[in-house]
């Protein structure tokens, strides 16, 4: 593939895993213990606020002590170095694409080191607890809630991420299960507008059959060796 050509990557939890962030599949289904519908949707967090807030309390605190993994390095590199366009649509709520140095990252279900204060409107960095309600940087009511989109409510910047696939050559899949829509499925719009569609994953994702490719094995391993092809491609062809 030529390396002056556009490329949408979706990741999901699996691109985490190995730098020690749970997905929900190695929890069984569950969410470090607790069941979605328990932590995160809208009733939820009606129900019970204390519970959800302690829960994405703990995962802010994590997240902060996990470092980015040869996949999220190996992502920057192609982001840096590709001739094209590379959008990085990530399902993660984790920091680790930025902070392996990634710039174009799209948080379609929002950001754990985030928070929406539902009185204002504002989203302000966060990385504290939220557990003692604490003010709002923007207009000091107490209405902080994570910046998360849950399980019911409309991802963040769908007709950018439209947009980004309708000028797409490629679409790459990494390690999400294909079972979260409407990220599962970009695959099925991707074909539907003639773009090459690649998955690379630990398992076969539910849609996999959608894509042309599939390439399975730990993100360490096969998302650095796949960076280094198609950046090695690009040279060779000269189109760089
Ligand atoms: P998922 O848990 O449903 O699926 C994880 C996928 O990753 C599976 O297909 C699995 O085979 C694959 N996988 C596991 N280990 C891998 C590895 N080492 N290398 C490559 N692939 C690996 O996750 P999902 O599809 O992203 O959907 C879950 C939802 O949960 C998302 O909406 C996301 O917001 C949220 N979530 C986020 C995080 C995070 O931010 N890191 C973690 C857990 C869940």
Known sequence: MGGNRNIVILTGAGVSAESGIDTFRDGGGLWEQHRVEDVATPEAFQRDPDLVLRFYDKRREAVQTKEPNAAHNALARLEAKWGGDVLIVTQNVDDLHERAGAKNVLHMHGELLNAWCTACDARSRWTRPMIDRPACPACSASALRPDIVWFGEMPYRMEEIYG???????????????????????????RELGVETLEL??????????????????????????????????????IR
């Open 201 to 238: 994953n630990l398992e076969r994702s539910e849609g996999s059959s959608w894509f042309d490719e599939t390439r399975l094995g730990p993100a360490t391993e096969i998302v650095p060796a796949w960076v280094d092809e198609v950046l090695a491609q690009a040279l060779e062809s000269g």
């Open 164 to 190: 980004a696939l309708r000028q797409a050559d490629l679409f790459v899949s990494i390690g999400t299960s294909g079972a979260v829509y409407p990220a599962a499925g970009f695959v099925r719009d991707a």
